[in-house]
């Protein structure tokens, strides 16, 4: 079965800092961008960072760009989020999500989204 | 960056009703556009892919369409488990970007 799994969310001081992580199963973790997106409370959805499969490269929100690192390790079939300089407006559901396809072409390049985590939440409050 | 203007905001409707949704980009996105469904507390459930693709065990009452800037999703016949809100996403380029949610209300 196809799965990610998320874990690491909590409640956090402004300036704190936390590690999300998500666990992936099903499928080739390796060959495939993944991504983060989060959902503040009575909000809609917001695109946080991804980083893609193959080369690795990294892309963020100006809203967290600086202050948010996306990683992953293909060895584990795991995806992070370091949070540092947390603030009130983090606050948020954070999901995990199953992006692109590296070298995708034609309809394989479509296929994104198609799985998400459960989500973990992240409270930043004093 | 891409800007994704999604309409309307909110809406009511009755059951069986034909409801249309749409989604516009602030430049040409192919066919990269991704359409989701949330119910309370649940996460977001994908659609619709590549502006028209069906995804599987998705009822054919919803269907997508549109290309370039300007995309649709259509319910055919709202269903009482249709009452949610949904997302337009666009994935032509990074960063992403979501449009603002449409939520539709009995």
């Known amino acids: 079965e196809v799965q990610l799994l998320e874990s690491g969310g909590g409640l956090v001081q402004p300036g704190g800092s936390l590690r999300l992580s998500c666990a992936a199963s099903?499928?080739?973790?390796?060959?495939?961008?993944m991504s983060w997106v989060r959902q503040a409370p009575g909000k809609g959805l917001e695109w946080v960072s991804a980083i893609r499969g193959g080369p690795g490269n990294t892309y963020y929100a100006d809203s967290v760009r600086g202050r948010f690192t996306i990683s992953r390790d293909n060895s584990k079939n795991t995806l992070f989020l370091q949070m540092d300089s947390l603030r009130v407006e983090d606050t948020a559901i954070y999901y995990c999500?199953?992006?692109?396809?590296?070298?995708?072409?034609?309809?394989?390049?479509?296929?994104?989204?198609?799985?998400w985590g459960q989500g973990t939440l992240v409270t930043v409050s004093s | 960056d891409i800007q994704m203007t999604q309409s309307p905001s909110a809406m009511s409707a009755s059951v069986g009703d034909r409801v249309t949704i749409t989604c516009r980009a602030s430049?040409?996105?192919?066919?990269?556009l991704a359409w989701f469904q949330q119910k309370p507390g649940k996460g977001p459930k994908r659609l619709i892919y590549?502006?028209?693709g069906l995804q599987s065990g998705v009822p054919s009452r919803f269907s997508g369409s549109g290309s370039g800037t300007d995309f649709t999703l259509t319910i055919s016949s709202l269903q009482p488990e249709d009452f949610a809100t949904y997302y337009c996403l666009q994935h032509d380029s990074y960063p992403y970007t979501f449009g603002q949610g449409t939520k539709l209300e009995i």
């Open positions: 430049q040409g996105i192919r066919n990269y």
């Open positions: 999500a199953k992006d692109q396809l590296a070298f995708c072409s034609g309809v394989s390049c479509t296929q994104v989204f198609d799985i």
């Open positions: 099903g499928f080739t973790f390796s060959n495939y961008a």
């Open positions: 590549g502006a028209s």
